[in-house]
């Protein structure tokens, strides 16, 4: 072993460790450098400092090569990540290659994943919706998973404390299954989106379409001002990276905030093989790491220990974490670790054309990208023959039709005029999914990855409540559609695999029970109290919002909690 | 949401027509290039090109697609993001280009004058759409939709095209849900 003189022990020796430096692991940095601890953020990719590392942020179209295109080549050789929306020129190179991080998909899987520092919060669509006690309660409800071991009030103060930090754009709908938070003002709905919105309310009593809750400074307070960050410039090219800090991310946000306090260290390039545990003292010392260029195996200690490491490689971190104690993964008394898995079904479309407001179009682009309608199905009680439900989003847009036929000074004149149609909407579905036992992932028993860590084994699929609910989602927006007016109504549904959702979640649950969950209702281990997971990991269920605001606040709220033990000797 | 597709806001521009995805996201597994592709790049491929695209969007009072380099754009793009099947069709339709010329005119496309060179185009361009109307999707594409398509691509996100031809800001700095439209001269170009 390595580096065993005394000094390099001090010198390795933190009072908590970050592993992963993303949405989540960025706001565990930041919340233990506010109060003082001496954090090292370990972060398995390279580093990707705000504004210096973006490289084409402020690229015009015509300066790529391919106009946006991903090259052939490159996509044959990727054909996992290839599938992802924003897998094109201009953000290609924050998204982790194929070959570079192999898998094994026991059932079909596209793993999204981002290896730098800022991780995916550089990627993500920003899309930031509070969950309720209609999701918190939903499995003890409805008979699945285990019963969260919180509810909305324990989280709600967090949901504030990390949104004023954020900065979150949207308005006070007052609606039950969407909880308000402290919000920035928001993107407006355009013409055709508040018609349907109003339309929608005089049909239904409790459909709602409402302007998308996003993670944008629309218009910035001091607190951001303080993170260096300015007003959203409605650029709408976030995946690369903004210079104005206009969305959040880590990079814009959490980490260079961490790092400011001074008590921070971010070491990049460093891939967790193992949470160290010592047996007599009954608790997690340290981490290894290994080196992703050197391949050196370096030891770092300290008092806690925060996994964020997004959700499938927390699950690998743990699982690899064996000791006689553990042999099954660390804190895995229960049993559980790794299964229970679940994601968001994102497997269903609907578009159509609206021939009305002719006298309307938009300016400027809209980052929350329009509307959002929140869960209608099964919300006060069970009503349809499928458990659960699903958001929708919603949105319309002006388009211009153009013949396009003939060559020459013809065809030119026809392809530039301002000259627009009528609008087109579309919606596409975001739906629960229930975790389940045998939804799991593992580690692989002979294959490693480059750094000898065993491969993750991913075995996740659709099931007949997702059917079922993919069925209703389109009958239900065909009927609002064609309630509104609008024609050319077109459903589709595609075959995506599991995983394109990146909103994988599950494996290491929160519960109250430590026979059946890994988390108790802080984060924290049921079995070694200073092991805190506050990622998609730890998600019981996975209510049908986008998590990663909840992912926030999780952590925030786990941060306090631990360093309140701390403080009182108690781990 | 924002999980728009690049290309589909190139189609937006074109009116929906989604220009090139059906080749940039056809399925075709050939990891090969195909034979003679280098030769997009030589010099005198690179003007054939070139003039092909000002013919299919000259310059008038805003450039032309020669304005925008659209020849050796072209060339990238079908070495690049083409399947070799396509690929073969697009170095071949070089040729054929030339051969219709030749029986149309008794003379190459270079030698011909613009009007000649607009009256063939025309022609092939309703030859490739009467193709496409009815070819069955693993059907070979026609070569001068390869063409024009690229043509369009590269002439609107070109900095000409996107600048001149079409109106383009690149930090708008706000958003209007709800702007009065009147027609004005120029489409927005994203």
């Known amino acids: ?571 | 949401m924002n999980r728009r597709d690049a290309i589909t806001r190139v189609g937006l521009i074109l009116g929906g027509t989604v220009i090139g995805a059906e080749f940039f996201m056809s399925g075709c597994k050939s990891s090969t290039s195909a034979s003679g592709v280098a030769d997009l790049t030589k010099p005198e491929i690179v003007a054939f090109l070139d003039e092909v695209g000002e013919t299919i969007l000259p310059a008038t009072t805003t450039p032309g697609a020669k304005a925008a380099e659209i020849g050796k754009f072209m060339g990238v793009m079908v070495s690049d993001c083409y399947t070799e099947a396509d690929q073969k069709i697009f170095l071949k339709g070089i040729s054929d280009l030339d051969e219709a010329s030749n029986k149309k005119f008794g003379k190459k496309f270079m030698d011909a004058d613009a009007k000649q060179r607009t009256e063939l185009l025309t022609d092939l361009d309703a030859e490739q759409k009467a193709y496409t109307k009815t070819k069955k999707p693993e059907d070979p594409n026609h070569y001068f939709r390869m063409m024009k398509e690229l043509t369009l691509l590269g002439f609107f996100t070109s900095k000409p095209g996107a600048t001149q031809a079409l109106r383009y800001i690149a930090v708008p700095g706000k958003y209007d849900g709800n702007f009065p439209y009147k027609k004005g001269d120029k489409a927005w170009a994203t």
């Open chain 1, 1 to 571: 072993m390595a580096n065993l003189n005394i000094d390099s022990v001090k010198d390795r020796t933190f009072d908590a460790i970050v592993i992963g430096s993303g949405m989540s692991g960025g706001w565990a940095a930041k919340e233990l450098t506010d109060k003082g601890l001496k954090t090292l953020i370990l972060e398995r990719g390279r580093d990707v400092k705000h504004n210096i590392d973006y490289p084409t942020t402020n690229m015009y179209p015509w300066e790529f090569e391919h106009r946006g295109e991903m090259p052939m080549a490159i996509q044959e050789a990727n054909p996992i990540v290839n599938r992802c929306y924003a897998f094109h020129e201009d953000a290609a190179h924050f998204f982790v290659k194929d070959a570079d991080h192999p898998y094994v998909q026991e059932k079909p899987f596209d793993w999204i994943r981002g290896y730098q520092v800022g991780g995916k919060s550089l990627l993500w669509a920003r899309q930031t919706q509070r969950w309720s006690d209609f999701d918190f309660e939903g499995p003890a409800r409805d008979g699945f998973a285990v019963d969260w071991p919180i509810r909305y009030k324990d989280i709600a103060p967090w949901y504030s404390y990390v949104e004023k930090f954020a900065g979150i754009s949207g308005n006070k709908d007052g609606l039950a299954e969407l909880p308000d938070g402290e919000f920035l003002p928001a993107f407006p709905l355009n013409t055709v989106e508040t018609y349907f919105s109003e339309h929608v309310k005089s049909k239904y009593s409790n459909r709602h379409v409402i302007s998308a809750r996003c993670a944008h400074l629309s218009k910035p307070n001091q607190i951001h001002i303080d993170q260096g960050r300015v007003q959203c410039q409605r650029r709408n090219l976030c995946q690369r990276g903004c210079p104005f800090g206009g969305y959040f991310s880590a990079n814009a946000s959490t980490i260079p905030w961490a790092l400011k306090s001074g008590h921070a260290t971010l070491r990049p390039f460093s891939v967790v093989q193992e949470i160290i545990y010592d047996e007599k003292l009954g608790k997690a010392t340290g981490v290894r790491v290994i080196d992703a260029n050197t391949k050196e195996a370096i030891e770092y200690f300290a008092k806690i220990i925060f996994v964020n490491a997004a959700a499938l490689n927390t699950n690998l971190v743990l699982l690899n974490s064996t000791s006689n104690r553990f042999p099954n993964g660390l804190g895995n008394d229960s049993g559980v670790l790794g299964k229970y898995v679940a994601f968001h079904n994102y497997s269903a479309h609907i578009s159509a054309e609206y021939d009305g407001a002719k006298d309307w179009t938009t300016d400027g682009r809209n980052p929350a990208g329009g509307g959002y309608i929140p869960r209608f199905r099964n919300v006060y009680k069970q009503e349809t023959d499928f458990l659960r439900g699903y958001a929708s989003g919603f949105s319309a847009y002006r388009y211009q039709q153009r013949p396009w036929d003939g060559v020459g000074s013809s065809l030119k004149e026809n392809l530039v005029k301002d000259d627009l149609s009528g609008w087109k909407v579309g919606s596409h579905m975001m739906g629960e999914t229930i975790p389940k036992e045998h939804s799991y992932v593992a580690l692989d028993k002979t294959l490693k990855d480059q750094w000898g860590i065993p491969q993750l084994k991913i075995s996740v699929d659709y099931d007949d409540n997702d059917a079922k609910m993919k069925k209703d989602y389109i009958e239900q927006l065909t009927e609002m559609f064609t309630s509104a007016g609008f024609t050319n109504i077109k459903a589709s549904s595609d075959q995506r695999a599991p995983g394109l959702d990146i909103h994988e979640m599950g494996g290491a649950r929160m519960g109250n029970d430590p026979k059946t969950s890994v988390l108790n209702k802080w984060n924290q281990m049921h079995d070694v109290k200073n092991v805190f997971v506050t990622d998609g990991a730890s998600m019981t269920s996975t209510s049908c919002q986008n998590p990663s605001l909840t992912y926030m606040a999780f952590t925030a709220r786990a941060a306090d909690y631990a360093v309140g033990e701390l403080k009182k000797g108690n781990i």
